[in-house]
């Protein structure tokens, strides 16, 4: 099992980037699968869900509006698109991968990629 985060990076403050989680070794499709960030001296905080099923998201408050997460199942990959970022959207952002049945609960995290905004 595999997720690799790819597309961080040093960015103005009011600039975008997409981040991609690259998943493998999974069925890709029956999972949720969600953004995390931790800045430094922070825990580690939920921005972004979108479900296996029907794709349904949600959103932290403090990046609605601005973040949009999505997935591509034929490429096993979920992306975040980050507009509008601020000095306080740096952190080392994380995907993770869920499914939860009777008994069992599988979940997986990539090795993070770090966001810094900064002028």
């Known amino acids: 099992v595999q997720l690799v985060e790819s597309g961080g990076g040093l960015v103005q403050p009011g600039g975008s980037l997409r981040l991609s989680c690259a998943a493998s070794g999974f069925t890709f499709s029956n999972y949720n699968m969600s953004w995390y960030r931790q800045a430094p001296g922070k825990e580690r905080e939920l921005v972004a869900t979108?479900?296996?099923?029907?794709?349904?998201?949600r959103y932290a408050d403090s990046v609605k509006g601005r973040f949009t997460i999505s997935r591509d199942n034929a490429k096993n990959t979920v992306y975040l698109r980050m507009n509008s970022l601020k000095p306080e959207d740096t952190a080392v952002y994380y995907c993770k991968a869920l499914r939860v049945v009777p008994g069992y609960r599988y979940d997986y995290w990539g090795q993070g990629t770090q966001v810094t905004v900064s002028s």
């Open positions: 979108i479900t296996s099923v029907g794709g349904t998201t």
